[in-house]
């Protein structure tokens, strides 16, 4: 079965129907990162950055999930979030992605990255 390219979500596909939102929180330059799911319409009004704080303050975590949160916390140390190669802040989810779940259910996905600045140099 052919995988299907994600599509980028535009206002009008938005508007027509909310979608569920899914935030993933990578660190570093890891492959995966920490998946949080906002049921449709929960994370309208809130920027990106209060989204993943909401993610990263979470207390229901397995202890998988808090061992990614605590490489995300010390990629935050001295770091920043960024989504498209830009910091967060001010920013909604308007540049999230459409893509389909495999049962073609449409669903909205936001990969945000947490990246500390390389050490050394002058």
């Known amino acids: 079965m052919a995988t299907q390219e994600p599509k ?7 508007q027509e129907k909310v979608l569920p939102l899914v935030l993933e929180i990578i660190p570093g330059q890891a492959g995966e990162g ?4 906002y049921e449709p319409g929960s ?3 809130k920027t990106l ?6 993610t990263l303050n979470r207390k229901t975590w397995s202890i998988e999930e808090r061992q990614v949160i605590e490489d995300i916390n010390r990629q935050l140390e001295g770091g920043r979030l960024l989504f498209k190669g830009q910091a967060i802040q001010e920013k909604g989810v308007e540049g999230a992605q459409l893509e389909l779940t495999q049962a073609g ?4 996905y936001l990969p945000v990255r ?3 600045p ?3 140099g002058f």
């Open 8 to 14: 980028k979500a535009d206002k009008e596909e938005r």
């Open 34 to 37: 920490l998946i949080d799911i």
């Open 43 to 45: 994370y309208e009004g």
């Open 49 to 54: 950055q209060e989204l993943c704080d909401e």
């Open 105 to 108: 259910e449409p669903y909205l």
């Open 114 to 116: 947490a990246i500390k």
């Open 118 to 120: 390389q050490e050394g």
